[in-house]
């Protein structure tokens, strides 16, 4: 499996559990080169087709590997998704731009605080102490992320739509979205769901954006079931 993590984070987010399934890592964000040259190397070394899982932005990275190296990959693995992150007048399902544009101004000027705003973002009202204990044990490892990488992340989403290409990828998805994310909203989860010629929508109820985190087990227990890779 290759697993590619989402803003303001690097692999150090991903738990036990996924880093245990032999897993090769994206370290860079959010240049698609360097993450295709990343896969490209995976892949030579695993020698066969490889499952992707992308998590947040990293979803969207690996729609893109998905549509320019489908022959290469058995399987997404899509947690958190959109196609785009921004709403437009044609697209409902993202946030407003004014939301990234106020998140860049705040980078600016303060990257601790503006990241540990975006940490508290990533989980609902009823994951009040996944929160907590993000923010005091997890947040610190990001705190040391390049500001100019996290600068490019946020342009990245404000600029991309990858809704054209949707039609295109033949690469069978497993989409895992909870019910209560506010920052890829499940409705765009759901419009991925309709778009993508072969894939699977799995709702998670009450679950923000990082469920891998708070529903772990729910979250283990569908890969096991659905995805293609080495356990």
């Not at 989402?6 to 897993?23: A, E, F």
């Not at 998140?103 to 303060?110: G, Y």
């Not at 989980?123 to 990488?149: C, G, Q, T, V």
Request: proline share 4%; glycine share 6%; aromatic share 12%.
């Amino acid at each position: 499996m290759f697993i590619i993590q989402g803003w303001g984070t690097d692999q150090r987010v991903w738990p036990q559990w996924l880093k245990d399934s032999g897993t090769c890592y994206s370290k860079n964000l959010p240049q698609f080169q360097v993450v295709e040259q990343e896969f490209l190397q995976c892949f030579s070394v695993k020698q066969k087709k490889l499952t992707i899982l992308g998590w947040s932005l990293g979803s969207m990275l690996a729609l893109e590997l998905a549509h320019k190296h489908g022959d290469k990959i058995a399987q997404l693995v899509l947690i958190s998704p959109t196609a785009k992150f921004i709403s437009s007048g044609d697209y409902e399902v993202g946030l407003p731009s004014g939301v990234l544009k106020n998140l860049q101004r705040k980078l600016s000027r303060n990257k601790e605080v503006t990241q540990q705003s975006f940490y508290s973002l990533m989980f609902s009202y009823s994951e009040d102490n996944f929160r907590h204990n993000f923010i005091k044990d997890m947040a610190p490892f990001f705190y040391d992320l390049e500001l100019e990488s996290l600068q490019q992340g946020l342009t990245y989403l404000q600029e991309q739509d990858l809704r054209l290409l949707l039609p295109e990828i033949k690469v069978p998805a497993i989409i895992i979205s909870g019910s209560a994310d506010a920052i890829c909203l499940p409705q765009a989860a759901e419009f991925l769901h309709h778009t993508l010629r072969n894939s699977k929508l799995f709702k998670i109820t009450g679950a923000g954006h990082i469920p891998f985190w708070t529903q772990a087990e729910l979250c283990k227990n569908i890969l096991q079931q659905e995805a293609l890779y080495d356990k």
